[in-house]
């Protein structure tokens, strides 16, 4: 027994000393690594999609310098993805890595785990805590957001991700349950709300997210604001790093795919103080506790309605900003809105962002969303603590909201369009309402069609800003509608949607087909696109803004297009549909959330990148184009009116 106790000992000693020499290189780096070490950051990486169709995960890690400070140590966890654009990550396991001077290298070794599972986060964090005992600790999360749904969507495991309760559960579940978290950031979209700020103030001191949809692109990082990290930085300075490195991220995707240098991508990022969560989510149940949704309901749903809502092109997402919401419902209950203000002044420490309309933290409001999804959100407030009044209050707005009400139909009180005096030469349209529709009229958007002349219609405009007058809902395609020059001068008018339009500019997209071709057949390839334009109304000029991928999976639209990667670029210029019926009246929108859909004609216009350009519509012949109003009442009904013609 004891010879073979020895034995054993031996051939231990033996395997421990191969394993040494084996290693000894990563060893020593390790150990020099460790050494002195007061900040830990961990990233929680999800490629999905992101990676597997652009290699924007492997991208932003291969950003980060091996030679970091030397008192920080970067741990990571990978997985989700269909493919990975590095050698070290595999689509098998979902291993832990630390970063060395030899990149990332495997410390743990482990199966293919679900990323969107809670007990895949707690574990991490538990391994993390054990393996690397610093000062301070950071957590990233990297994928995709989902606002108040959460975030880290998981591509191998049917897109499951973590929602609010699971990340709530994976933290109580760790060591940050007693010891916070110095700083979490969301490299993510939609995940600056104050419900996910909520759940994260029982265990971190400062919170980094985006109340806007985010952009991402393969020649680009942000996680390499981790290379600027010095031993002296507060967290409230890393996070902003963290801020200002996405800053720049949006500047180069200006200057690589941009046209223009104007600031036309809505891009949020705020740093935001945990420690005063808990008085900002007092003071919001308070404010809206006080407000009798009944007696106001009209009020509250015009202001809603006219609110800008993050992620606009998925409205079940229902994310507005807080701030805002606030200060326009604000004379229902004054005092207690401005204590509500002082508070997110008091919590927002730096906000980034290139419209005022985000202040900082959104907050969910139930109202373009389907049904079964606002049932969905409105139920996981059950999960975050401290919102019972404000539950209450978008329970009561959403079921007065959805409650039985006759809706108007404005098919009559057209008022005669007038001839505009401006240098080009049509007129504005213009629709008479009764006093009854003017107190229940929320908003109104309009398309202008071309007739065809063939029983079919080509939208050429659809713009989501109207003017009521009095009882006269009012609207004009003006210095406005565009067309597209091709090289050897066609003109085409331009089937464009208006999304912004300000002293400054009009922001517009239009949907386009980039083709590729190479030497075989296989080699070609159709994506279909998104394009936003940018006129300069001080230098008359368009110009290209950015262009992202849309093929129908809001997933993938964060990924920036370079045009000069293509052959062709195909627009849509002569496509007609029907849109009347056989009595005339018209038939519903052919347009939704920005995008033309129903049966028509489709015919294209293709160019080379570089060689078309915009110019605005003169309208010399004005006696083929048409709008229709969609008015939207308090109860987000919406009613058409019939063809008016442009005069």
């Known amino acids: 027994m004891k010879d073979s106790k020895r034995r054993l000992l031996i051939t231990g000693i033996i395997i421990s000393i191969l394993i040494i020499i084996a290693s000894i290189t990563t060893s020593i780096i390790v150990i020099i690594n460790r050494s002195g070490v007061s900040r830990t950051i961990m990233i929680y990486m999800v490629g999905s999609n992101l990676e597997s169709t652009g290699g924007l995960a492997s991208a932003d890690l291969n950003s980060i310098d091996k030679n970091i400070d030397s008192n920080t140590r970067v741990m990571l966890i990978a997985g989700g993805s269909k493919k990975w654009s590095n050698n070290y990550i595999s689509t098998d396991e979902t291993s832990i890595y630390e970063l060395t001077g030899a990149g990332f290298t495997k410390v743990k070794n482990q199966p293919k785990l679900n990323m969107g599972s809670s007990e895949t986060l707690s574990s991490f964090l538990n391994y993390v805590y054990d393996y690397s005992k610093t000062d301070a600790y950071d957590l990233i999360f990297w994928n995709h957001g989902g606002a108040i749904d959460g975030s880290e969507y998981d591509e191998l495991s049917n897109d499951d991700n973590l929602s609010l309760s699971e990340m709530n559960n994976a933290l109580s579940n760790s060591p940050f349950n007693n010891k916070k978290l110095e700083l979490v950031i969301f490299r993510t979209c939609l995940n600056g709300t104050i419900e996910i700020n909520s759940i994260f103030s029982k265990y971190a001191k400062y919170l980094v997210a985006s109340e806007e949809e985010t952009l991402g692109a393969s020649y680009t990082s942000v996680l390499n604001f981790i290379n600027n990290i010095n031993s002296k930085d507060s967290s409230k ?120 309309n985000s202040r900082g933290i959104s907050i969910y409001f139930p109202y373009n969303g389907k049904k079964i999804i606002k049932d969905r959100f409105i139920d996981l407030y059950n999960d975050i603590d401290g919102f019972n009044d404000y539950k209450n209050f978008i329970t009561k707005f959403y079921s007065i909201q959805s409650g039985d009400y006759k809706s108007y139909t404005y098919t009559s009180n057209v008022v005669n369009s007038k001839e505009s005096t401006t240098k080009n030469t049509y007129a504005d349209f213009e629709l008479e309402l009764t006093d009854e529709q003017v107190e229940t009229f929320a908003k109104a958007t309009y398309v202008v069609y071309k007739d065809l002349g063939t029983g079919y219609y080509k939208p050429v405009y659809s713009c989501i800003s109207t003017t009521l007058d009095g009882n ?94 293509y052959n062709n670029v195909v627009f849509s210029v002569s496509s007609g549909w029907k849109i009347l019926d056989d009595t005339g009246n018209y038939t519903g929108p052919i347009i939704e959330n920005g995008k033309v859909v129903g049966d028509g004609i489709i015919t294209g216009f293709e160019e080379k990148p570089g060689k078309f350009k915009f110019e605005l519509s003169k309208f010399d012949d004005n006696s083929n184009y048409y709008c229709v109003f969609a008015l939207t009442d308090t109860h987000n009904n919406v009613s058409y009116s019939k063809l008016i013609k442009l005069r």
Do not use: W
């Open 472 to 565: 006269v809902l009012k609207a004009s395609i003006k210095d406005r509608q565009l067309q597209v020059v091709g090289s050897n001068a066609e003109v085409y008018d331009l089937t464009a949607f208006e999304k912004e339009n300000t002293d400054k500019y009009i922001k517009y997209t239009t949907n386009v087909v980039l083709q590729s071709f190479g030497d075989k057949i296989s080699d070609f390839k159709n994506d279909n696109a998104v394009m936003t334009l940018y006129y300069d109304k001080n230098t008359d000029k368009t110009n290209i803004a950015n262009v992202v991928y849309n093929n129908n999976d809001d997933k993938t639209n964060a990924i920036a297009i370079n045009l000069n990667d």
């Open 237 to 356: 300075i890393v996070g902003r790093k963290f801020i200002d490195a996405y800053k720049k991220q949006i500047n180069d995707i200006k200057s690589n795919t941009f046209e223009t240098d104007s600031d036309t991508i809505y891009s949020t990022y705020s740093l935001v103080n945990l420690s005063n969560i808990d008085n900002l989510n007092k003071s919001v149940n308070e404010f809206f506790n006080d407000i009798d949704v009944t007696t106001n309901f009209n009020k509250i749903s015009k202001v809603r309605a006219n609110l800008y809502q993050y992620a606009k092109e998925e409205p079940s997402y229902d994310m507005v900003d807080l701030y805002n919401l606030v200060n326009n419902l604000k004379d229902l209950s004054p005092t207690k809105a401005d204590k509500v203000l002082k508070n997110l002044d008091n919590t927002i420490i730096y906000n980034y962002a290139t419209d005022a």
